[in-house]
């Protein structure tokens, strides 16, 4: 069984700084996107960034300059970084990986932007 294992969630201040871990476990032979998505309260659920297996990377465009997404490919993990965090990224954010040709999703970390 695969399993995502988050990380890193936590509050903080406005322009401060998080890191999300995400690592996945169980049988694994190939692991496709990695990703990491998001999910205000009374909003959809929006793609924040991602990376495919050959390293090609998307942002949201409001993340992009802020947020940078990397991949270890010998750990499955998935990390971002978090900088110049704004109260309006305030949401649960969830890792998102596609493994084995299906889709697996983390169980979600709150991340708090104060102002």
């Known amino acids: 069984q695969v399993q995502l294992v988050e990380s890193g969630g936590g509050l903080v201040q406005a322009g401060g700084s998080l890191r999300l871990s995400c690592s996945a476990s169980g049988s694994i032979f190939s692991i496709a996107v990695m990703g990491w998505y998001r999910q205000a309260p009374g909003k959809q659920r929006e793609l924040v960034a991602l990376?495919?297996?050959?390293?090609?990377?998307n942002y949201a465009a409001s993340v992009k300059g802020r947020f940078t997404i990397s991949r270890d490919n010998a750990k499955n993990t998935v990390y971002l970084q978090m900088n110049s965090l704004k109260p309006e990224d305030t949401a649960v954010y969830y890792c998102?990986?596609?493994?084995?040709?299906?889709?697996?999703w983390g169980q979600g970390t709150q991340v708090t932007v104060s102002s």
């Open positions: 990376v495919t297996g050959d390293s090609t990377i």
């Open positions: 998102h990986a596609n493994i084995n040709l299906r889709d697996y």
